[in-house]
C-alpha cells in the first residue's frame, strides 16, 4: 500500500476544522468538506484564526501558516473530498444514524484500500463500521478540543478493523505528533467515560451550591494537577455535545452517566459554553 499523502475531512466545525488544520501543517495535500459553502468558510475563518493566535504567542510562524493553507483547499462536493484520498477523517456531529449513512457514502466512493475514521467520542465505531463496505478499514480516531493543541489521540479499534488500518492511522497520528492510545470499542472508551464522570459529579456539586464553578475547577487544576478543569472542559466542548454523550452512556452503561438537571436546563436555554458565549462560565 501506497503511503498516505492526501486527506479529506468531512465537516469544518469545532472538530473538522482543527483536524483540516492540524493535517495541513503535518504536510498532508488536505480536503476540508461541508454541506455549504457558509460552514466551509466558516472553518476556513477558524483556522485562520488559531494560526494568528498561534503566530502571537511564537508557536507558529507565517510561512509554517502560508504552507499550510497552500496544503488545504474546501469543497461543499462529497465527491470531490473525497477523490485520490488515502484517509477520510469524519467529524459530522454526534448522530449514529448520520454518521452510518455517511460512512455507507465514503466506502462507495472511496477505494477499498481508503482509511475511514470516525472521530466519534462515545458512539459505537463498529456500528458505524457495519454500515459500510470493506468495513476492516474503519476505525475511531477521536481528537480532544482544540485539535491543534491537545496531545491525546485516541485510535479505537472496532471489531471489523484490520491491523493495517489501525498501523496508518497510527502512523499519521504519528506525523501530527499526537500521543497515541489504542482503545477497544466500547461505550465512551476511555477518555469521554472517565473525563465525563469527573465532569458530571462537578455539575453536580454546583447544583447542590457545594461550590462556584471556578472553585471546583480550581480544586483539581491546583490539586490535582489537571490542565483545566472540569466545568471549563465543558464549556470548551459544548452543553449539548455533552448532554448528548452522557445520555447515550446513560443508556449503555448506568446511573452514573445520568444528565445532572442543571445540565439540562442549560442546554435548554441555550447556554452551551464557549460557542454561545455562556455556560457554566460567561465568555
Given at each position: 500500500m501506497h503511503e498516505i499523502t492526501h486527506i479529506g475531512v468531512i465537516g469544518a466545525g469545532t472538530m473538522g476544522h482543527g483536524v483540516a488544520q492540524l493535517a495541513a501543517m503535518a504536510?498532508?495535500?488536505t480536503c476540508l468538506y461541508d454541506i455549504d459553502q457558509a460552514r466551509v468558510d466558516g472553518g476556513?475563518?477558524?483556522i485562520r484564526s488559531n494560526f494568528a493566535g498561534a503566530i502571537e504567542r511564537g508557536k507558529a510562524t507565517l510561512e509554517e501558516r502560508d504552507?499550510?493553507?497552500a496544503r488545504l483547499r474546501t469543497t461543499t462536493r462529497l465527491e470531490e473530498v473525497c477523490d485520490?484520498?488515502?484517509m477520510v477523517i469524519e467529524a459530522a456531529p454526534e448522530q449514529i444514524e448520520l454518521k452510518k449513512e455517511l460512512f455507507a457514502k465514503l466506502s462507495a466512493l472511496t477505494s477499498s484500500e481508503?482509511?475511514?475514521a470516525t472521530n466519534t467520542s462515545s458512539l459505537s465505531v463498529t456500528e458505524i463500521a457495519a454500515a459500510a463496505t470493506h468495513s476492516e478499514r474503519v476505525l475511531g480516531v477521536h481528537f480532544f478540543n482544540p485539535v491543534h493543541v491537545m496531545k491525546l489521540l485516541e485510535?479505537?479499534?472496532a471489531d471489523?478493523?484490520?491491523?493495517?488500518?489501525?498501523q496508518r492511522a497510527h502512523d499519521v497520528g504519528r506525523k501530527m505528533g499526537k500521543e497515541l492510545i489504542v482503545i477497544n470499542d466500547s461505550a465512551g472508551f476511555a477518555s469521554s467515560r472517565l473525563g465525563l464522570v469527573l465532569g458530571l459529579e462537578a455539575m453536580r456539586m454546583v447544583e447542590q451550591g457545594v461550590a462556584s464553578p471556578d472553585d471546583i475547577d480550581r480544586a483539581m487544576v491546583y490539586g490535582y494537577r489537571h490542565p483545566m478543569g472540569p466545568l471549563r472542559v465543558t464549556d470548551l466542548v459544548g452543553l449539548d455535545v455533552r448532554l448528548a454523550i452522557a445520555e447515550y452512556l446513560h443508556a449503555e452503561i448506568g446511573e452514573q452517566f445520568r444528565p445532572p438537571q442543571i445540565l439540562r436546563k442549560l442546554v435548554r436555554a441555550g447556554k452551551l459554553g464557549?460557542?454561545?458565549g455562556e455556560g457554566f462560565y460567561k465568555w
Amino acid at each position: 500500500m501506497h503511503e498516505i499523502t492526501h486527506i479529506g475531512v468531512i465537516g469544518a466545525g469545532t472538530m473538522g476544522h482543527g483536524v483540516a488544520q492540524l493535517a495541513a501543517m503535518a504536510g498532508y495535500e488536505t480536503c476540508l468538506y461541508d454541506i455549504d459553502q457558509a460552514r466551509v468558510d466558516g472553518g476556513l475563518e477558524h483556522i485562520r484564526s488559531n494560526f494568528a493566535g498561534a503566530i502571537e504567542r511564537g508557536k507558529a510562524t507565517l510561512e509554517e501558516r502560508d504552507q499550510a493553507l497552500a496544503r488545504l483547499r474546501t469543497t461543499t462536493r462529497l465527491e470531490e473530498v473525497c477523490d485520490s484520498v488515502g484517509m477520510v477523517i469524519e467529524a459530522a456531529p454526534e448522530q449514529i444514524e448520520l454518521k452510518k449513512e455517511l460512512f455507507a457514502k465514503l466506502s462507495a466512493l472511496t477505494s477499498s484500500e481508503t482509511v475511514l475514521a470516525t472521530n466519534t467520542s462515545s458512539l459505537s465505531v463498529t456500528e458505524i463500521a457495519a454500515a459500510a463496505t470493506h468495513s476492516e478499514r474503519v476505525l475511531g480516531v477521536h481528537f480532544f478540543n482544540p485539535v491543534h493543541v491537545m496531545k491525546l489521540l485516541e485510535l479505537v479499534r472496532a471489531d471489523q478493523t484490520s491491523e493495517w488500518a489501525l498501523q496508518r492511522a497510527h502512523d499519521v497520528g504519528r506525523k501530527m505528533g499526537k500521543e497515541l492510545i489504542v482503545i477497544n470499542d466500547s461505550a465512551g472508551f476511555a477518555s469521554s467515560r472517565l473525563g465525563l464522570v469527573l465532569g458530571l459529579e462537578a455539575m453536580r456539586m454546583v447544583e447542590q451550591g457545594v461550590a462556584s464553578p471556578d472553585d471546583i475547577d480550581r480544586a483539581m487544576v491546583y490539586g490535582y494537577r489537571h490542565p483545566m478543569g472540569p466545568l471549563r472542559v465543558t464549556d470548551l466542548v459544548g452543553l449539548d455535545v455533552r448532554l448528548a454523550i452522557a445520555e447515550y452512556l446513560h443508556a449503555e452503561i448506568g446511573e452514573q452517566f445520568r444528565p445532572p438537571q442543571i445540565l439540562r436546563k442549560l442546554v435548554r436555554a441555550g447556554k452551551l459554553g464557549k460557542k454561545t458565549g455562556e455556560g457554566f462560565y460567561k465568555w
